[in-house]
């Protein structure tokens, strides 16, 4: 079951100060804006109303358009499983855990360190289908360096869902694998591919390229996310002093603009 914390959280900084915070991110994206790759992207802003510019591909996004994109937010998503008790509820009080994502390397205590396989990674789901605080999986536990990259997705998806209910994961890697990816999913859940939009199954997550910037497979991502009505995480890859501002409010400010922006492509914010 899923657990709900039943505490406020820490108020850490006051509201004026959050205010200001979401202020000079709204300032970012009006004046400084985003980099997006993808130009399918920039036309969607266009159309929005935001100013695009082919030459440097970068978008200055109004304070307007990101006020309408945040009303269309829902208070909670829900992701089904074709076993109904593997339901789970995204909500600001619910806790849901996830297994890690992505290590080229696994280790036990009677084979040692080695790159992982598409054996060791289908033994990492049977584990996470059996610990019972584990809701999501969250990717790959280990990444089957054996599987050659082009089917990589193929096999590792066939697995995820052959070994566990759980809610699966899906790589924004390339719009191709994304909908590979749905296709599977909706096969193991006997539905359609117009009802899996209706019905969320799956997530993802999504890294910008910090400062300022979305390259063409995460762009593809959160565009064919929302396509299909699955929520995606949005993560900007944010290293104080480096990919940004290195004081904490500058830092955090232009994490938000960065999570917005990549909210926008589909008229949701998440």
Same mark, same amino acid.
């Given at each position: 079951? #899923? ?19 979401? =202020?000079?991110?709204?300032?970012? &994206? ?7 790759? &993808? ?11 935001? &100013? ?9 996004? =109004? =304070? ?40 080229? %390397? ?5 084979? =040692? ?59 924004? #890697? ?39 910037? %979305?390259?063409?497979? /995460? ?5 064919? /996310? ?12 944010? &290293? ?12 955090i400010a232009q994490q938000n603009a960065e999570i917005l922006a990549g909210g926008l492509p589909s008229g949701r914010i998440g």
């Amino acid at each position: 079951r #899923q657990l709900s914390n039943p505490f406020r959280p820490f108020e850490l900084v006051s509201a004026d100060e959050i205010e200001a915070i979401h =202020g000079a991110s709204l300032e970012i &994206l009006e004046r400084i804006g985003i980099r997006f790759s &993808l130009s399918a992207a920039r036309e969607i802003f266009r159309k929005a109303g935001a &100013l695009v510019d082919e030459e440097t591909m970068r978008v200055r996004i =109004g =304070g307007d358009i990101v006020a309408q994109a945040l009303r269309t937010l829902p208070d909670s998503v829900t992701l089904e499983s074709y076993n109904t008790e593997r339901t789970v509820t995204l909500r600001r009080e619910k806790l849901v855990f996830a297994t890690v994502l992505g290590p080229p %390397y696994c280790h036990d205590i009677e084979r =040692g360190r080695r790159q992982g396989t598409l054996a060791d990674y289908a033994e990492l789901i049977k584990l996470a289908h059996f610990f019972n605080i584990i809701h999501l999986i969250g990717g790959s536990p280990v990444e089957p360096g054996d599987i050659p990259v082009p089917i990589r997705h193929l096999d590792a998806v066939e697995v995820m869902l052959n070994l566990s209910d759980k809610i699966p994961y899906v790589f924004c #890697q390339s719009q191709r694998r994304i909908l590979d990816a749905f296709e599977m999913i909706a096969i193991a859940r006997g539905i359609s591919m117009d009802e899996l939009a209706n019905k969320p199954s799956t997530y993802s997550i999504i890294n910008t390229n910090s400062p300022l910037q %979305y390259d063409l497979p /995460m762009t593809e991502g959160v565009i064919e /996310m929302a396509r299909f009505g699955q929520p995606t995480l949005i993560t900007p890859f944010t &290293l104080a002093g480096a990919t940004t501002p290195i004081t904490l409010a500058a830092a955090i400010a232009q994490q938000n603009a960065e999570i917005l922006a990549g909210g926008l492509p589909s008229g949701r914010i998440g």
